[in-house]
C-alpha cells in the first residue's frame, strides 16, 4: 500500500509571507487522515511547521502518520524551509513517539500552574519593585542578547536567532515600559537587587517571559522568590493560570518549576531539513 498526500487547497500565500496547505492523507487514494502544513510563525519562511496531523482511528498504528511526516518534510524542502518544527501536547504519547523516531529534537516545555486566591509570601527581606526607565534600556539589551544566544544554541543560525530576538521583544514591548498588559519587576534582598523578572498577560492566561537571578547572586534561592512573586502579582491582576516556556537542557530551571507544581502542557520539537 502507498501511503501519500494530497492537496485539498491552493498554496495559501500570508501578507507577511507565510506559506501553508492543507493535505488528506491517502493510502492507494483512500482518505485516511489530514495534514496541515505551514511555514514558521517564530522563524518564518525558512522553518516549516506541522501545524496538525490527525490519521483515522481504523489506520492508526500502521504507520500512517509516519510517512506523512516524512511527505511533509519534502514539501517543506520545495518550500526552500532548512527547519521543520513541531508543537506535541504532553498526554500525546503516540505522537511522542512519532517525533522521537524521525530525529526531531526537543527545544523546550510549556509549562504551567494554576493559582489559587492567596498570593504567596515572599521570603524574609525580598521586597520587589518595578523596573525603572534608567535601568529599561540596559536590561533590553541585556536580554535580548542573551535570549538571541539562547536560541543559536538550539540550532537557529546566529543571524535568524538575532533578528528574532529583534523581532520578539519589538512585538512583546512596542513600548517599552508603558507597553499595555506587562509588568518588569526587580527583586530586592536586604536593599540589594538581586534579579528581574517579566511578566505578560495573554488571552491563555499570565506569561513569564523571562525570570533571571543577576549572576553575583545565583544559588541562593531568588529564583524560586522570583516565581513567588510572579505567582503573587498574577493573582493580584485576577488572573489564576501561571504559564513558562523551558528551554530543554535547563535542568535546574525545569527542577525547580516541578517544584513550585508547574505540569508539562506541551513539547515542541524541530528537525533539520538536510
Known sequence: MTTT?????????????ALSRRFQVCVNSRPVGTLHLGTSQAFGRLSARIIDLRIEEPDRRRGRATVAALAAEEVARGWGCRQIEAEVPAAAEPALHLVGALGYVLRN????????????????????????????????????????RTWNERGVPEAEAREKSRRDHARLLPQGLATEGVRLSVLEHEGKRVGILWLGVRADGVWVYRVETDAAHRGQGHGRT??????????????HVLCLNVFAGNTPAERLYESLGYVVRSYSFYKDLI
Not at 109 to 134: F, H, I, N, Y
Request: net charge negative; hydrophobic share 35%; charged share 25%.
Open 226 to 239: 522570583l516565581m513567588l512573586l510572579a505567582e503573587a502579582q498574577t493573582i493580584a491582576a485576577g488572573q
Open 5 to 17: 498526500l494530497r492537496p485539498t487547497e491552493p498554496l495559501q500565500h500570508g501578507a507577511d509571507g
Open 109 to 148: 516545555r510549556g509549562m504551567q500552574k494554576p493559582l489559587g486566591d492567596t498570593p504567596p509570601v515572599l521570603p524574609k527581606g525580598s521586597r520587589a519593585r518595578d523596573l525603572t526607565e534608567a535601568e529599561y534600556e540596559g536590561w533590553l539589551a541585556h536580554a535580548s542578547e542573551e535570549y538571541a
